[in-house]
C-alpha cells in the first residue's frame, strides 16, 4: 500500500491524495469514477513539484472527472449512444400497452417499450440485458464453437464439448472431462482477447494449472499473453462482465485515461 503524505483540496477538482510510492519511477496521477484524484510520487520527487503538477494539470484532470462521471452512469443505459452487438443492434419501439417484448430478428433487436415507462425503469433495463444477452448468445454459438475447433486441431489439444454460458464472474474454464465452458459475453471483446481465452482453455486440456509450465505452453500458440492478462485484470477491476451497457471502447477509454 502507499502511504498517504497529504491530502489537499483544490478549487476545481476537489480532493487530492497524494501519496508516495517506493516502485513508481514517474509522477502519475490517477483517476477513478467517484474517489478522490490520487497522485503517485515517487521517493525522489518533492511534494511541492507535485502539488504544482496539480496545479498545472486541473482543467486536464477537471475534463476526464467529467467523463469518468458519465461512465459510472453508464450501468443504466439511457438511450445517449448506440446499443449494438456484433450483429445486432437494439431498437427501442414505442408500444400503447403492456407488456414489454421483446424480439431478435433481422439483426435487431426490438424492445417495445409501453408509453408509461420510462427508459430507465428497471424492467425496461432488465429487457435491453436480455435482448443484448439473447443476441451475444446466438453469436458466440455461431463464432466460439467454430474457433475452438480450428485452434485445437492447429495445436493438437483434444477436447470433449463446448458450452456457451451467461457467467457473472469468469470468461472459460475446462473440466477435468474435457468440456470446455466459454462466456457468452465473449462475444463482447475483440477477436484477439476471445483467441487468447480459447488458447487458454484448450492449454488447460492438458495441464489443469496455472504454473510456469501452463504459461509456457500459452505463450506458444498466444504470443501477447502478457499484455492480455493485463488487459483481463482491468476488465475485471472496470466491473466490465457485470456491467452490460458497457462497451469496449468505453472500458478501454477509461483504461488509458490512468496515464
Ligand atoms: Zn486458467
Known sequence: MNKCVSREDFERIGIVEF????????????????????????????FETAYQFVMKKQAWIQRHQVKLHSLKAADTYKGDYPLVTRNYQVNLIPATS???????????????????????HPDIQAALKMGLVAAWRREAHQHLPERVTKFAQLGGFRYKNVFIKNLKSRWGSCSTHLNINLNLHLMRLPDELIDYVIWHELVHTQIPYHGAQFWNELQRWDRNVTGKRHIFRELARAGFLANVFMTYEQFWHRCTLKE
Do not use: C, D
Not at 501519496?19 to 518533492?46: C, D, E, G, T
Open 98 to 120: 403492456m407488456p414489454i417484448r421483446i424480439a431478435l430478428e433481422n439483426n435487431v433487436i426490438s424492445i417495445y417499450q409501453p408509453s408509461e415507462m420510462a427508459i430507465t
Open 19 to 46: 501519496r508516495r510510492s517506493a516502485r513508481a519511477r514517474r509522477l502519475s496521477i490517477y483517476l477513478s469514477p467517484h474517489q478522490p484524484v490520487k497522485v503517485i510520487l515517487p521517493w525522489h520527487i518533492p
